[in-house]
């Protein structure tokens, strides 16, 4: 990036989409005059106002094999980069939404770097993607997780499926409920809402700490001072 | 691929003429065959296009009455993810825009000859994999099928057989395993030891076969079970993410 500031704001901004997402690539700063230290990233951020060129690329940008984006303060430099063919332009300061939806471009990328789940279910072992994971109740022998794409109901308790996955992302919301909080539409005194219309139920025992969780992942997800002062 | 099909819409007829003879030429050029449908406007062209696959390129004008090129982009984009856009513009605001709907080159009036050829260049290089071919010999005619058209191929009798969409089948002597390397996609599934899948057209996983469009069953084979589901749905997680 053009600055070490704005190499640090990315990398922070970065984590917050890595934690949201459920995802850990290998991240590395590349001062734009230095040598690399990953010599072949599958992803490529690159400052076009840091007054570097592009580095010449010893791989195909459109095999799919590894995605550059471009960024820059000035719009218009988006035309001129069409001649790099990148996966994205990014208009700095680049704002976690613009990312999300970049990287949604070369998900095939990171996809191998998705965190999951592995359960057993009707004797097959399946190794679901926690992004995908929508919520998960408590059933009479083990619980039934709802993903986007099915329901499966596995012999382990919530308890202890509830200590396999990131508590940032997956909150209690009652004793029997553990919901994605990335699916989550709205919030009610009573219930919640996910994105699809499901209605979940807000425990009185479990509201206060499952507010604090909702709290944090807003601030996340906004970028505000929250998660500013930590650790990048 | 047999035939390009390349559209272009603008509102000025001139520049519609202009486009379509650089593109024609540059076609002839490289030897590649090419069908040309031209638009006034971004409602006419989403009125003719409705379905993904009827046009492999587009050029798209931005300033137009009605519907912009962004905004008619936006609309074409939720229909077909797979057709290659190329802005052809005076306007250079629409830089950060074309990103977002994933265009594959903008370029700017007045241009020439070779900006065009070098943007279909990129284009006929770079094409998606439904847009690619697999080449197949039938009874000593050489075929050219459309990666998108073919359901699955299947083994039949030291043959292969590969069933189309609304086409008849086509036997061929090669192999599956050639075949699988030949068609070279990930949205090619072999999910059985003699047969190899088109993920597209899959309806629904029932118990140990997968529904395919037109209601036939293709087995899921059992040593490889597990690998084959979450090969299944990790795809349609990462199609679901790129479509958003």
Known sequence: MGTPEEGAQLRRLLQVWMELSCVSPEVEVWDAGAEPVLTEPAILFWDLDSGHPVPALSWDLNLRECALFLCSADPRKAIDSYALHPTGFLTKPVGLEALERGLDRCVELWWPDLGRVEVLCERVRLKLPLCQLLWVESGRRGCVLHSSMETMTVR????ELEQRIPSGVFAR??????VNLNHVAR???RRLYLSDGTEIPLGRGSKEHFLEQWKRFCALRKGTPEWEGRDG | MDELVIGICDDLKDERAVLARMVQAHCQAVGQRVRLRLFSSGEELLETVRRPGQLH???????????SGIET?????????????IFATTSVEHGVDSFEVQASDYLVKPFRQEDVGRALDWCLEHRPAALRSLCISVEWEE??????EIQYIEVLDHRACIH???EKDLYTRRGLDDLEAAVDSGDFLRCHRSYLVNMNHIQALKGNCFCMADGTMVPIGSSSRT??????????????????
């Open chain 2, 73 to 85: 982009a936006r609309r074409l984009r939720e229909r077909d993810t797979s057709m290659v856009l």
């Open chain 2, 164 to 166: 189309r969409v609304g």
């Open chain 1, 173 to 178: 919301c009652q004793r029997s409920f553990l």
């Open chain 2, 143 to 148: 075929w050219k099928i459309p990666l998108a």
């Open chain 1, 187 to 189: 919030v009610e005194s």
């Open chain 2, 227 to 244: 690998k084959v589901r979450s090969r299944f749905f990790d795809w349609l997680y990462i199609k679901t993410r790129e479509r958003r």
């Open chain 1, 156 to 159: 382990e308790p919530l308890s």
């Open chain 2, 57 to 67: 390129v587009l050029f798209l004008d931005i300033y137009m009455p009605g519907l």
